[in-house]
């Protein structure tokens, strides 16, 4: 154990001993997200570098506080990414925070999430006691899959000291098209085109227009512009950014911003408020100033659940209540890795 890793274990035991709460932080990015953070900071952006990283292998592994922006970097140098293509919402974004978050970006819906990209990590656990979970190859099957919790923990179960992720190639070739169309047909278009071959790895909706990314071989991508039609816009790893970042004008209201996760093919949901749509129509963004319970019951009754996602103020609960057995689950969970209860407490659920 290295000095700054025997700082943090010395940190953390002396916060147990003394039911101190600690406020995990990396580069600080996703402060806004989750529930309010309490107690002292622990600080690990300084702990940082990439470990190792071999391109045939297509794996990475790098330390929590490395910048996401550098590790990204590296990859394009190889001409590969990270697939489930991670927002930053800041420069300072790091690859433990990303991890922590557990928050993809456009290319989810086809490529899948961050915790589908997790082969091994190090974390610190409530006690400062360092584990290993997983490794650094694609074929490893030994134990539970406990390195993927720490996708989406937001800190509550331990400290991520090192994370190792897949990789995968960058396309050769990408292009976005514009079609004209309302909700409804928006909907079932984008469900109909993911039941087909085309090279699609993203969608996006607003405003009465459809907004679809296609990447791979130019023959490919000529012969699905072929079928969908519409016109390539220009700029288009911009507008994906702008997307994926949240700087799109949509993102920009100030107000109340909510993350419905629903089944693909649920029809509009008629809401008040302004709505885009994402990955494929299973991810509504909705931004509204409307009763809390209001948007959790639609998303509950489109088979799926609703985080208020920016605009939290600790009166309105983050993220969609948990089912009774769900909930011992996480509880079980919380009381294994953290049993002193002080990595980021109430971040995800009140008490945990």
């Excluded at 900071?41 to 940082?48: C, I, K």
């Excluded at 990414?81 to 790091?94: I, K, N, Q, R, V």
């Excluded at 970006?105 to 999430?113: F, H, I, L, Q, V």
Aim: net charge positive; hydrophobic share 40%; aromatic share 8%.
């Amino acid at each position: 154990m290295n000095d700054v890793i025997q700082g943090f274990s010395e940190t953390l035991k002396r916060a147990t001993a003394d039911r101190t709460p600690l406020r995990i932080r990396g580069g600080g990015t996703k402060d806004f997200y989750g529930g309010p953070t309490i107690g002292e900071t622990l600080r690990v952006a300084a702990y940082r570098g990439i470990v190792d990283y071999e391109p045939s292998e297509l794996v990475i592994t790098a330390r929590c506080g490395t910048p996401l922006k550098e590790v990204e970097d590296v990859l394009a140098q190889h001409g590969q990414m990270l697939p489930f293509e991670p927002p930053h919402f800041g420069s300072s974004a790091t690859l433990g925070g990303c991890v922590a978050a557990g928050l993809s970006g456009p290319r989810r819906a086809t490529s899948g999430a961050v915790r589908d990209y997790v082969l091994g990590v190090r974390i610190l656990d409530g006690r400062g006691t360092e584990l290993s979970f997983g490794g650094r190859v694609m074929k490893n099957v030994a134990g539970y899959d406990v390195s993927r919790l720490m996708a989406g923990s937001l800190g509550t179960l331990g400290v991520i000291l090192e994370v190792s992720l897949k990789v995968l190639p960058r396309p050769r070739t990408e292009r976005t098209l514009r079609l004209d169309m309302d909700e409804a047909q928006a909907i079932e278009t984008m469900n109909r085109w993911a039941s087909t071959p085309l090279p699609i790895s993203a969608t996006f909706y607003h405003d009465g227009l459809v907004y679809v990314r296609l990447s791979g071989a130019e023959g490919a991508i000529r012969a699905a512009q072929a079928k969908i039609g519409g016109e390539a816009i220009v700029d288009d790893a911009e507008f994906w950014a702008s997307v994926r970042e949240h700087t799109h004008p949509f993102f920009g209201s100030g107000q109340r911003l909510w993350r419905l996760s629903v089944k693909s093919t649920t029809p509009p949901l008629q809401l008040p408020g302004r709505q885009v749509i994402e990955w494929g129509g299973a991810l509504r963004w909705l931004v509204t100033d409307a009763p809390a319970a209001e948007i959790r019951a639609a998303a509950q009754r489109a088979g799926g659940h609703a985080t208020l996602f920016r605009g939290a103020d600790g009166t309105t609960p983050v993220f969609h209540p948990l089912p009774a057995t769900l909930e011992r689950i996480h509880r079980r969970l919380k009381q294994a890795f953290d049993p002193a209860g002080i990595l980021n407490p109430g971040r995800l659920y009140p008490g945990m």
